[in-house]
């Protein structure tokens, strides 16, 4: 058993495509998009064959909004080195550092930065 993906529900569905493609070489399949129902989605595809859906759906009149984002994603970059660089990256590129690099009391070497929406990202080994 194994997941399968992790959907993330976003407000704007290219910018968020455009940073996991970016950052994490990530493969985007063609844009999905229910004209009924106003969802859209692309799967991205990562090397390790991990899959993240990210979704948005126009909202119908009289529609309840769905829920944006989820708890955090873990991203294991394979090295302590790694995990720096990444930060450094991010760091350069504006994006806030909220926690780390360091080592926590599970055992994990990580930093926490944000996405473009404010979601959380594990950067870890």
Known sequence: MHIEHIA????DLEK???????????TSNQLYHNQ?????SYFLEFTSG???ELT???HLAGRVPESL????LAISLGSKEAVD????RFLADGFPLLNGPRRTGDGYYEAVIQ????????LTI
């Open 50 to 52: 991990s899959r993240l």
């Open 8 to 11: 993330l529900a976003t407000n």
């Open 85 to 88: 660089t990444f930060v450094e």
């Open 16 to 26: 968020m495509k455009d940073f996991y493609v970016n950052y994490f070489n990530a």
């Open 56 to 58: 948005t759906k126009k």
């Open 36 to 40: 009924k129902t106003g969802f859209q």
């Open 115 to 122: 996405d473009p929406e404010g979601n959380l990202i594990e």
């Open 69 to 72: 984002g989820y708890a955090h």
